[in-house]
Antibody
Framework: EVKLEESGGGLVQPGMSVKLSCATSGFTFSDYWMEWVRQAPGKGLEWVAEIRNKANNYATYYGKSVKGRFTISRDDSKSIVYLQVNSIRSEDTGIYYC?????????WGQGVMVTVSS | DVQMTQSPSNLAASPGESVSINCKASKSISKHLAWYQQKPGKANKLLIYSGSTLQSGTPSRFSGSGSGTDFTLTIRNLEPEDFGLYYCQQHNEYPLTFGSGTKLEIK
């Protein structure tokens, strides 16, 4: 059974940093591209970042609103994907979902909440 | 960026009825479109990919059609468990973009 479980969220002060983790199981993690998607309260889904697999040189891609502040990374030995969020802003508040990509997003975690507030 | 315009924003229907949700891309995305269902307390679920291919486990009452810029998700013989939010998403080019969502309420 494919599982994705996010962690690391919580209350974060503006300007600070937070690192989200997504632990996975039930599939060969190293074969897949992994993504982060977020959802602001009461809003729709927004793609945030992608990291490809080793065969694709671990290439990374980012949404325009987060480029330069967010960094996606992965540890294939632990089957975990990370999202480092720096210089966090109020508009970064929301649920952050980890997803697996096979063209489309075929499996999702339940998400982790990040609240930016002083 | 490819803008995805999804309509309607809200929809209410009774069990047994059929509904359609539309998604229009601002430029051609071939058939690189997926549909997702979002329900409270559950992981988002992929329903359809490549415009019309049902993901394993998606009930046959769901169907997708379209290519290029215009796509439709149709749910026939609505079941009470079909309530929730539905999103389209293009995966043809970066940045990957979603429609604004359709809230389906069961009467």
């Amino acid at each position: 059974e494919v599982k994705l479980e996010e962690s690391g969220g919580g209350l974060v002060q503006p300007g600070m940093s937070v690192k989200l983790s997504c632990a996975t199981s039930g599939f060969t993690f190293s074969d897949y591209w992994m993504e982060w998607v977020r959802q602001a309260p009461g809003k729709g889904l927004e793609w945030v970042a992608e990291i490809r697999n080793k065969a694709n040189n671990y290439a990374t891609y980012y949404g325009k609103s987060v480029k330069g502040r967010f960094t996606i990374s992965r540890d294939d030995s632990k089957s975990i994907v990370y999202l480092q969020v720096n210089s966090i802003r109020s508009e970064d508040t929301g649920i952050y979902y980890c997803t697996r990509r096979t063209g489309y997003f075929d499996y999702w975690g339940q998400g982790v909440m990040v609240t930016v507030s002083s | 960026d490819v803008q995805m315009t999804q309509s309607p924003s809200n929809l209410a229907a009774s069990p047994g009825e059929s509904v359609s949700i539309n998604c229009k891309a601002s430029k051609s995305i071939s058939k690189h479109l997926a549909w997702y269902q979002q329900k409270p307390g559950k992981a988002n679920k992929l329903l359809i990919y490549s415009g019309s291919t049902l993901q394993s486990g998606t009930p046959s009452r769901f169907s997708g059609s379209g290519s290029g810029t215009d796509f439709t998700l149709t749910i026939r013989n609505l079941e009470p468990e079909d309530f929730g939010l539905y999103y389209c998403q293009q995966h043809n080019e970066y940045p990957l973009t979603f429609g604004s969502g359709t809230k389906l309420e069961i009467k």
